[in-house]
């Protein structure tokens, strides 16, 4: 009788994972160069004419010879930032792919990847930002950033683990099971959605600006998650990190 | 002539070492490029680096575009 075990290299699997996730962050902080980088600029400006009406600081040659140096710091950073955020979201979404592989519907593992790539997108990116949506600077008080800060790490795992485990149960109904887990992660989410609290600072900037801002926003993190899907179906297929090994006993 | 391969099976053919080092990866790289104010660089530089804000300021413009509060 042939007996199957699948096994895995770890540490091409590790390589595979952390190569798709780095290169889709590199992706990801490209694209923010692109888009969302005139967005900060704007909003970076107006914080600095907030600076000097209010006296804090002076319009001063010196002034812009320090801003210059730190902006540039900070947007040379935006592609290092990417490839090590793509690096640990990446890596969140090969273990999550690894263990789920095998239930994910698609004939290849590019459309396995895009198909958990768009429901991670979903549950732990874009409801979170529909409660809590990205702001560009002059938006947000100091003093609240740990609030807000924990108030959407909290929504992200809420989010996260709900639809887990509205999965988790899906499996014990036979019939229906898809139907049952998204009514009930729906229902879920939307309770937690009115239940939490509201982001407790005002925005006295433009709304073409934050929009506009927010847009960008999104669309830089999508690409993160089209190319990592992408890319680590395609290692995967390529490389084949896991093998079925099969003995006759 | 032999061949070294390594190879580690689990429950679910997936290693549990790989598991734990990718939490851990997942993990260390959100705090930097999200929730860092100082904190890694106080370790070495004490309270200074609350002011210097170093990895606040390479990741700041990647922290406003992912959706994290940054200031």
Redesign the interface.
């Known amino acids: 009788m042939p007996l199957g ?7 091409l ?2 390589v595979i ?2 190569l798709s996730g780095a290169i889709a962050g590199a992706v ?2 490209g694209v ?1 160069l692109a888009i ?2 005139p967005y ?1 600029d704007t909003a970076i400006g107006i914080e600095n004419q907030n600076l000097f009406a209010s006296g804090e600081e002076e319009d001063t040659p010196e002034f812009w010879i320090e801003y210059d140096g ?1 902006r540039t ?3 040379g ?2 592609v ?3 490839v ?2 793509g ?3 990446g ?2 979404f ?2 999550v792919f ?2 789920s592989r095998q239930s994910l519907p698609g004939s290849n593992n590019v459309k396995k990847a895009l198909i958990l790539a768009g429901i991670m997108w979903l549950t732990i ?1 874009f409801i ?2 529909l409660k ?6 002059t938006v ?1 008080d ?1 003093e609240t ?1 740990v609030l ?2 924990i108030l ?2 909290s929504f992200i795992a809420i989010s996260g683990f709900g639809a887990m485990g509205f999965y988790k149960l899906s499996k014990k109904f036979e019939r229906k099971a898809k139907l049952v887990s998204i009514i009930g992660y729906a229902a879920f989410i939307t309770a937690v959605f009115l239940a939490m609290p509201e982001n407790p600072d005002e925005i006295s900037v433009s709304t073409n600006l934050v929009e506009g ?1 927010r847009t ?2 999104v669309l ?2 999508s690409s993160f998650w089209i190319v990592v899907a992408i890319m680590l179906g395609l290692l995967w297929d390529k490389l084949k990190p ?1 093998q079925e090994i099969t003995s006759s006993r | 002539m032999s061949e070294s391969r390594q190879i580690s099976v689990s429950k679910k053919g997936v290693p549990t070492i790989a598991i734990l080092a990718l939490g851990v990866i997942f993990a260390a790289g959100l705090f930097v490029v999200g929730f860092d104010q100082g904190h890694i660089f106080s370790l070495v530089y004490g309270e200074q680096a609350f002011d210097d804000l170093f990895i606040h300021e390479l990741t700041h413009d990647m922290r406003h575009a992912a959706g994290f509060p940054c200031h």
């Open positions: 075990v699948n096994i895995m290299k770890t540490s699997f590790l994972v952390l990801h902080g923010n969302v980088e900060l730190y710091w900070q947007k950073g935006q290092l930032a990417g090590i955020l690096i640990s979201i890596a969140l090969g273990i690894a263990l990116y979170p930002f809590y949506p990205a702001n560009p600077p947000g100091t950033v807000r800060g959407y790490l801002f960008a926003s830089g993190v896991e």
